[in-house]
């Protein structure tokens, strides 16, 4: 690890140390430590792979790692200090600044105490690398981690996600059949029983419970699904939260209300749904019995109804006392033939190997390391995944020799977490995480910040990411590029679990195996990489700040965070304040943390952004996308912020000048941004923009500058209630990949199947005739279709998908589209389609004859659909032979007692929607903004 902090550091220095040597006139002194403190550490590098791996047998070489370590961190802040105090006088970019105040430090205060400082530090430096010798540390060839990464990523082009196979899966077919069987059992008078899986940790009790939550009778058999990870910093309020939300599939003002209600409320409404309805329930991962005692009030365990739970644990007594008659499943070890079968598949299976003698070694190596994996799978497919990246039978060899050092480690890793017994586990993971080259160490550790079980957004990781200076760009690449690809490593490697996928095929969510985070949290704090305050624990203390380098703070209250003030306090680098549920008040100088790079506010409540703002000159991201009821105030602040890549305005915001983008270079995300709030002449300036959301009103607007931007972003969202303006973008903005408008367009331009890279596109009150589909279903590339409400005009009555249209749709929304009745698709269409959502259209009657061709369809979701609608789809409906070839089709809705009086709600706002188009159609656009916002920011959409 120190070979990682040391290489950061170094590249850390690199824009610093360039500018001071340019600068030598005014900087004299500090220029030269700079270099020499560089080369200091460019020499250390070369000898502490092999230090880092020797520190594990040799507490004299674990002591001198951390000294290392430690020097490399002190570096970095008297670098940061002196940025400090030069910045804290500035009034433009940091390299104006610099040379704005050359006169100040030519005074000699600044630049002695620095330099000197500087020096000390390579001083000790120097020292630590004499005394290598004395410790026989080895130098290694420099360069040597990163050439060997280069082959990694070559050779990682030929493999494919596990996430995309079945070769993870072995030896648990049965065990899914017998779990399925129990959960789909009918019986008279039946009892609700809960079906429980126990074991160990990395025994592969999340991988079960998946396969079955995803079995194809399964999904048929229930009517709605939730599945909750529930872990150690559970919360039972919160629990019970999200399995009412999910089983209701409750819409954004149905979970706010969910959210209002007390906790005994909540669990009331719960056990109600459960009781009456047929639900499955998976409670993944429930540590003791505390923690289902706090929510089994919204379960009617032992109770008449169709609904079941299936829950995981490590712990048998646990599934004994949630249901003592319950079903238990123990959890089984792959056995030999098992363990060497899912070793294959990954290690060896299609790759170059087809020497027979090179196979038998190797078949040999692996045999002898499965010997103290202990069958588990997690064990098993971790040291797969590393010693499919070793080519040779001499890398396999080294592995080899390393087992019963990694074997001691793992069993300190034992003790330290709960001594949960990970037998085969442990030893695995310190050695996935060893063989990690540098630049993925740090990137790794990160992700302990997060809490257990926690859903990771991979935009808002790479990001933050971004922030922490764990990321450097390349001379081709994107460093947002470049910090998606770090996680496809870690992923590729099983290190990282996918969550979800979007609708391109990217990573869009990823998360922590419970053991994995046990490494990570173990490797951070040996190596004072982070320090964890959780509010929420009254076991949890906060440890001294020391060389600690980051703090995660968990709230579930409100809490007073002002801190007394640190020497270190300004070289904060993000501050992340998400889903708070109370008002956060940012501090008038939040401008003197000159170093934050990531400030975000997302969906918390937040009525004024401090102008102090216009200090943080460094800031990278800043997203006050707070909660849409909240009306905030924007300064004209952001003209300095010459490193901002990404811009995420408030939902509903003021502006009492319009704002200066012309100086954002580096500006690649720009949301919710209207031209009432800025010129739109300054976009033109903004040559890496990438993804845009913008409101258009005034129509001179467009020739400025906007068709030209509009040109070069890849993701667009264009809202407007003028008809020219959207259609003066949208027949312009041919190179755009994802498209969303939100407006009445009327017709589509005629040349839109030309648009050689659109392949996502969402149309929200755009007031289409039902002609207009013959030009959608034209588009070569198009991935993703989602038409929501007001996508079509009054006149409209029919969708029609016709044959060999539609050729490379993969998921089509539907959604609120009441001026449409019927919907016909002719066989041959939509070859390609593999997700289908049919949500709130309550006009339509029935679903079309030619879905029962689309073979490739592998999932319906049918939401706030009427009970007759949904009945006929079901087995045994007139309407099922349709979609019997459907894998998986689950059924939506609210609350059956609540049902009738929705539908006629929702019917009339049907017919005034109506009639209110009738008589003026451009003013469907304001009528469906709000729902349109809505609409787009649905998971489904991003």
Request: glycine share 6%.
């Amino acid at each position: 690890m120190a070979e990682a902090v040391v290489s950061i550091v170094t590249e850390g220095l690199k824009p610093l140390g360039d500018f001071i040597l340019q600068e030598a006139n005014f900087l004299s002194g500090v220029g030269e430590q700079v270099e020499l403190a560089q080369t200091e550490l460019r020499l250390m590098l070369g000898y502490l792979k092999d230090a880092d791996a020797k520190q594990g047998e040799d507490e004299v070489v674990r002591v001198w790692v951390a000294t290392v370590r430690d020097a490399a961190y002190d570096l970095e802040d008297v670098i940061a200090t002196f940025v400090l105090k030069v910045a804290s006088k500035r009034k433009g970019s940091m390299t104006i600044v610099l040379k704005r105040f050359a006169c100040i430090l030519r005074e000699g205060f600044y630049l002695h105490k620095t330099g000197s400082e500087i020096e000390k530090i390579t001083t000790k430096l120097s020292k630590l690398r004499s005394r290598m010798e004395c410790y026989d540390i080895k130098a290694t060839a420099s360069g040597s981690e990163g050439s060997s990464s280069s082959v990694d990523r070559q050779h990682d082009q030929r493999l494919t996600y596990a996430h995309f196979s079945e070769r993870h899966v072995v030896g648990i077919e049965g065990d899914v059949e017998i779990l399925a069987t129990h959960l789909m059992k009918e019986e008279e008078d039946q009892l609700h029983r809960v079906v429980s899986i126990w074991g160990m940790g990395g025994s592969g009790k999340t991988t079960l419970a998946r396969q079955v939550y995803h079995h194809n009778k399964v999904r048929r058999h229930f009517d709605s699904f939730a599945w909750v990870c529930v872990s150690q910093q559970y919360e039972g309020r919160g629990v019970l939260e999200e399995v009412l939300i999910k089983l209701t599939a409750a819409t954004k003002e149905q979970r706010e209300e969910i959210e209002r209600k007390k906790r005994d409320e909540i669990a009331e409404l719960l056990y109600n749904l459960l009781e009456n309805m047929c639900c499955l329930v998976v409670l993944d991962d429930v540590w003791n019995t505390g923690t289902w005692n706090s929510i089994k009030a919204g379960f009617p365990v032992n109770k008449r109804t169709r609904s079941c739970v299936l829950l995981t644990t490590r712990n048998k007594e646990v599934a004994l006392h949630v249901d003592e008659n319950g079903f238990l499943h123990e959890s089984r070890p792959l056995n030999a033939n098992e363990s060497w079968k899912l070793f294959e598949n990954i290690a060896i299976l299609g790759r170059d190997d087809t020497v027979v003698e090179i196979y038998a070694k190797k078949k040999e190596l692996g045999k002898k390391m499965l010997q103290h994996c202990g069958g588990l799978p997690l064990a098993v497919i971790v040291l797969a995944e590393l010693l499919a990246r070793k080519r040779t039978i001499d890398e396999w060899y080294k592995v080899y020799k390393n087992v019963d050092v990694y074997i001691r480690r793992g069993t300190d890793l034992e003790l330290e977490y709960k001594n949960q017994g990970y037998k085969g586990a442990s030893w695995v993971l310190a050695l996935s995480y060893d063989h990690l080259p540098y630049r993925l160490k740090l990137c790794f550790l990160y992700l302990c910040h997060f809490p257990e079980d926690y859903e990771i957004s991979v935009k808002r990781l790479t990001q933050l990411w971004m922030a922490e200076g764990l990321i450097s760009s390349t001379s081709t690449d994107m460093i947002e590029d470049v910090s998606y690809g770090c996680l496809t490593e870690l992923v590729e490697r099983c290190m990282v679990q996918v969550g979800k996928y979007g609708s391109t095929k990217k990573i869009k969510t990823c998360r922590l195996h419970d053991l994995m985070r046990d490494l990570c949290l173990s490797k951070g704090k040996e190596e004072n990489f982070f320090d964890i305050v959780n509010f929420a624990s009254t076991a949890s203390k906060a440890a001294p700040i020391g060389k600690v380098r980051r703090r995660a703070i968990y709230l579930d209250e409100k809490v007073d965070l002002a801190p007394t003030r640190h020497e270190r306090d300004g070289q904060l680098r993000v501050l992340k304040f998400e889903e708070m549920r109370f008002e956060v008040k940012l501090p008038s100088n939040i401008g003197d943390l000159v170093h934050l790079r990531f400030l975000s506010l997302k969906n918390s409540e937040m009525n004024q952004l401090p102008s102090s703002i216009a200090s943080l000159v460094c800031l990278q991201t800043l997203d006050v996308r707070c909660k849409d009821k909240v009306l905030v105030k924007i300064p004209n602040v952001f003209s300095k912020m010459d490193q901002l890549r990404h811009l995420y305005m408030p939902y509903k915001h003021s502006v009492s000048e319009k704002l200066s983008l012309a100086s954002l270079g580096s500006l690649q995300t720009l949301v919710h941004i209207s031209n009432q709030d800025s010129d739109f002449k300054e976009l033109v300036q903004l040559k890496n923009l990438r993804k845009l959301s913008v409101n258009f009103e005034i129509l001179e607007e467009i020739s400025k500058a906007a068709i030209f931007t509009m040109n070069r972003v890849q993701s667009l969202c264009v809202v407007s209630t003028s008809m020219d303006i959207l259609k003066s973008i949208v027949y312009r903005c041919r190179y755009v990949s994802k498209l969303k408008v939100m407006g009445p367009i009327g017709n589509l331009p005629e040349d839109l199947p030309t648009y050689p890279n659109l392949t996502k596109l969402t149309l929200c009150g755009t007031c289409l005739e039902d002609t207009q589909i013959k030009i959608l279903e034209k588009l070569p590339k198009l991935q993703t279709l989602c038409l929501g409400v007001g996508a079509f005009g009054a006149d409209s009555r029919e969708l029609v998908c016709s044959r060999k249209g539609f050729p490379s749709l993969e998921v089509l929304y539907l959604s609120g589209l009441s001026e449409l009745s019927y919907w016909r698709v002719f066989e041959g269409a939509m070859p390609s389609l593999c997700r289908l959502y049919i949500e709130n259209w309550l006009t339509l009657v029935e679903v079309p004859d030619g879905l029962q061709y689309v073979s490739t369809l592998k999932e319906i979701t049918i939401k706030l659909m009427p009970d007759t609608f949904c009945s006929s789809l079901q087995e045994g409906g007139e309407d099922f032979y349709k979609i019997q070839h459907v894998p998986s089709v689950l059924f939506e809705s609210i609350v059956a007692e609540q049902w009738d009086e929705a539908v006629r709600k929702r019917m009339q706002l049907a017919q005034e929607r109506r009639k209110q188009l009738n008589q003026e159609k451009i003013r469907v656009a304001t009528y469906v903004q709000k729902a349109a916002l809505q609409f787009i920011d649905a998971d489904v959409h991003n």
